[in-house]
């Protein structure tokens, strides 16, 4: 396949898919008020009743075509400061509420909950998300992609939920200082989601066709204002934290204090543009990464959790595909302290926006890091209906050498840049989705000197879902500041699955799929394949079923060990191939129990055999208490050197609620393919609105045999002034 075919394609979708918003018949009108609105989830003010009320919502899961069995009424005023918004959500049939608990940023399938979408800019592609629970656990997060919410994000607002036999009530204001918006404008998209457990019925306002989440803004209505929003005022806001600690390491026998100011401060250079600065953070109240089973050949992949990186990070991170990334935010401070940042990002206008970002980090003499400076620069054109072109540079420099030798030298080049265009294409309908980039290197040694250029396009329907992709990373790409864990080939996807509908029964949905993936080397010579076969059973009560066949095929590019457990590797250029099956089940959302069960059995390299064998369990006293567990069984069995290697990964957690404001976590992990086991404790307070008191307990250990490692307790204070 030509390199450019997908390329011109995804060109031609586009004129296709350029037509007038979906939803612009849906339209609700907001008004100020001059009567003041209380958020304690009881609807007798007068702004409610003069305030516009929302039509019937639409089913949108299990089928979409018909209007929503529940019925939820919705109702926006706003004032100088604040939106407001509330909905009242009547049962349509009798029996508890479902939720996990009142934690923030709750799962959604796993709650009765209600969401906002917000699309200030009318965009149909970013925006902002807000819910709650029907137990009153707030939910927020910022949009991107037309319908990808980062829940890591969290600002200012309050809320409030009330319940009785006949509705449950969520009532929030949103100060204009949370949100970025253009003051000009008079219309934003808008679109409010609910999901009723007890009928197992997703619905909406403006109809979204179940194949997208409900959230999906190019599905939006239209939120018309009386009169430009108000403008946010003066919008600087100070967030000052000190932190302080102990830490013990029993392999060198010390005890630690540590003790941290600084804070950051979030200025609004206009309504709809904001400046980000941070000095000497400090991210000890981050939730830890949850440990693995790996038997990749390559680098994995960890999520960002640090909020400075957070707001408009799609202008940053969503360059590329997850495996060919520019830029990964993590490669900045994770090992090393962050001496100061700054960053400006939003919407120039309704069509442009901009991110640009510098961060500086601290050398460390003892291991010859120098100190080093990431700038990166991302701008973003709208295009058609829905669609961007998009512009990233991304430089890391190395400066203030702790020694000017040439092994540093060539540890810690003295840069490493990436320059590079991206097209995104999105159709009118979200029906045609696509992909194209092109990106290049720069580095002082000729290996870092390099090109990668990808494309993709896909189609989802109510019915259909295909997709084809193609890659091309040139073994002197170099990415320092991205992640990129594999270098010099070429590949190919595709996919194509079908979903066949039920009029009835306890089956929604069934349907077959196939997928290829094919990866050459800059000979277009074949050295890995992977194809997929698998059938999906989706249950009306939201359980899932899937079963997946697999025939792989590997030529290593390098030794690799099988087991990932320190044993023999095998050799460069040794050939296997194998099959084997892999099934996944998980179980409605409405139990107070809950189960997940996955597994994997078969061939694997040398002739060997692989079983997995996984299950998630949970159990809730809600809405305050949470219990979860993770289990996972590897049993590998290879020729001599390896033979029979087992290995059990056990992970459990203990989450109380206390309050929608007071928080306690417990997370525990054995790892016996790392030999790890950690125990990790945070208390949280949230006593005003995006301000909070923690209290974090970690312990690690070493196992086989067992030794302490690592005792560390920490305090941190945070407090949001807005100016």
């Known amino acids: ?69 529940t019925r939820t009424e919705v109702r926006m005023t706003y004032d100088d400061q604040y939106i407001y918004m509330v909905a009242i959500c009547y049962n349509s049939m009798e ?69 009785d036999d006949e509705k449950w009530v969520f009532e929030m204001a949103i100060p204009f200082k949370t ?16 999901l009723d457990l007890k009928a197992s019925e997703k619905s909406s306002w403006a109809p979204v066709p179940r194949q997208f989440p409900s959230v999906t803004l190019a599905y939006a209505g239209v939120l018309v204002w009386d009169a430009p929003p108000p403008s946010p005022g003066t919008n600087i806001s100070l967030i000052p934290f000190v932190s302080g600690g102990a830490t013990r390491d029993i392999d060198i026998d010390t005890l630690t204090y540590q003790g941290k100011i600084g804070g950051d401060v979030k200025i609004g250079l206009t309504s709809s543009l904001s400046l980000d600065l941070t000095v000497n953070p400090d991210f000890s109240q981050v939730e830890v990464d949850r440990q693995v089973t790996n038997l990749d050949r390559f680098e994995l992949y960890f999520p960002e959790k ?50 640009a970002m510098d961060m500086q980090t601290s050398s460390i003499a003892d291991i010859g890091l120098p100190s080093q400076n990431f700038g990166i620069l991302s701008l973003q054109r709208k295009v058609f209906s829905r669609s961007n072109i998009g512009l990233l540079y991304v430089n890391k420099e190395s400066i203030n050498y702790p020694l000017l030798t040439d092994s ?25 989705t696509g992909k194209a980039f092109f990106l290049k290197s720069f580095s002082p040694f000729n290996e870092g000197n390099g090109f990668t250029q990808a494309a993709h396009i896909e189609y989802k329907s109510h019915n259909w879902n295909w997709l084809i992709k193609e890659e091309s990373v040139e073994k002197n790409y170099s990415a320092e500041v991205g992640f990129v864990p594999r270098n ?48 999906s059973v989706n249950f009306r009560n939201r359980s899932k079923l899937k079963l997946i066949f697999i025939d792989e095929y590997v030529e290593l590019l390098s030794s690799f060990d099988p087991t990932k457990s320190d044993k023999d590797t095998l050799a460069t250029g040794t050939k296997h191939n194998w099959n084997a099956m892999r099934f996944n089940f998980s179980s409605k959302p409405q139990s107070l129990f809950t ?35 993770n289990i996972s069984y590897n049993n590998i069995q290879l020729p001599s050197p390896w033979n029979l290697t087992e290995f059990w990964l056990i992970g459990a957690q203990l989450d109380i609620t206390f309050t929608n404001k ?62």
Request: zero cysteines.
């Open 1 to 69: 396949m030509n390199k450019y075919f997908l390329t011109l394609l995804i060109g031609f979708v586009t004129l296709l898919g350029n037509a007038q918003k979906k939803n612009e018949s849906f339209r609700l009108n907001i008004r100020k008020t001059t009567s003041p609105v209380t958020i304690d989830g009881i609807v007798d003010e007068q702004a409610w009743k003069n305030a516009d009320a929302t039509s019937d919502f639409f089913m949108v899961t299990p089928m979409d075509t018909s209007l929503s069995i």
């Open 95 to 163: 029996g508890p509420y479902f939720v996990e608990s009142l934690r923030r940023d709750f799962s959604f399938g796993q709650n009765d909950n209600f969401l906002v979408a917000i699309d200030p800019f009318h965009n149909q592609t970013t925006g902002f998300a807000f819910g709650a629970n029907a137990a009153g656990a707030q939910w927020d997060g910022t949009m991107s992609n037309g319908n990808k919410v980062d829940l890591n994000w969290d600002n200012k607002w309050i809320s409030e939920v009330k319940q």
């Open 179 to 194: 949100i970025r918006y253009k003051q000009e404008n008079t219309e934003w998209g808008i679109n409010f989601s609910r």
């Open 306 to 355: 640090r909020q400075f990186f957070l707001e408009n990070a799609d202008l940053f991170s969503n360059f590329g595909y997850d495996k060919i990334r520019p830029f990964f935010s993590r490669r900045v401070g994770l090992a090393v302290p962050i001496q100061a940042g700054a960053r400006i990002s939003g919407n120039l206008n309704e069509n442009w926006r901009i991110g």
């Open 408 to 432: 540093l030298l060539s540890a810690h080049p003295k840069y490493n840049r990436n320059i590079g265009l991206e097209y995104n294409l999105a159709s009118s309908d979200n029906l045609w």
């Open 488 to 535: 010099g080939y070429n590949r190919l996807t595709s996919s194509v699955s079908h979903l066949f509908f039920t009029k009835g029964g306890a089956i929604v949905s069934h349907g077959p799929g196939v997928s290829t993936s094919y990866f050459f080397n800059e000979n277009m010579k074949r050295t890995d394949n992977l194809n997929l076969v698998h059938y």
């Open 595 to 629: 189960y997940a069960f996955k597994g994997r059995a078969g061939g694997y390299y040398q002739n060997g055999s692989w079983l997995n064998l996984s299950s998630e369990l949970g159990y809730r006293f809600q809405p305050y208490v949470s219990l979860r567990s």
């Open 662 to 723: 007071l928080f306690f976590v417990t997370l525990f992990q054995y790892n016996e393919q790392s030999k790890n086991f950690n125990l990790n404790s945070r208390f949280q307070w949230r006593y005003k609105p995006a301000s909070d008191l923690f209290i974090v307990y970690t312990d690690s250990y070493l196992i086989s045999p067992i030794a302490e490692r690592v005792k560390s307790l920490t305090l941190k204070f945070t407090y949001w002034f807005n100016l």
